[in-house]
């Protein structure tokens, strides 16, 4: 069983930064490969950044540059620096993760989120212009 819980989104203004937090619970630890999504209001959800045990990291185009992934196994928590805040990036976020199966962080199966079966309850990010 994997539990995942985010925090951290918020409202803030255009050009602003946020720092989005997903901690899990999984007897897969190390393996876990785990990403992050969002769904604006009336669109589909969409991949936003993969990150497998390694540290290797995927990023939409979209966010490539802006957004920088990272985790702490230590503490079994994701992180999600959001800078340079656009009022597109407002969507309901959420944390995600395909185990225990392995997938090609690398691949653009890693941002699809039709591959990942558990996930989180979101956390909104608002951003206004």
């Known amino acids: 069983q994997v539990e995942l819980a985010e925090s951290g989104g918020g409202s803030v203004e255009a050009g602003g930064s946020l720092k989005l937090s997903c901690t899990y619970s999984s007897r897969f630890y190390s393996r876990l490969c785990l990403g992050w999504f969002r769904q604006a209001p009336g669109k589909e959800r969409e991949g936003v950044a993969a990150?497998?045990?390694?540290?290797?990291?995927n990023y939409a185009d979209a966010v490539k540059g802006r957004f920088t992934l990272s985790r702490d196994n230590a503490k079994n928590t994701l992180y999600l620096q959001m800078n340079s805040l656009k009022s597109d990036d407002t969507a309901m976020y959420y944390c995600?993760?395909?185990?225990?199966?392995?997938?090609?962080?690398?691949?653009?199966?890693?941002?699809?989120?039709?591959?990942?079966?558990?996930w989180g309850q979101g956390t909104q990010v608002t951003v206004s212009s």
């Open positions: 990150i497998d045990s390694d540290g290797s990291t």
């Open positions: 995600a993760t395909n185990a225990p199966s392995t997938l090609d962080v690398g691949s653009a199966l890693a941002l699809d989120p039709a591959q990942f079966n558990h």
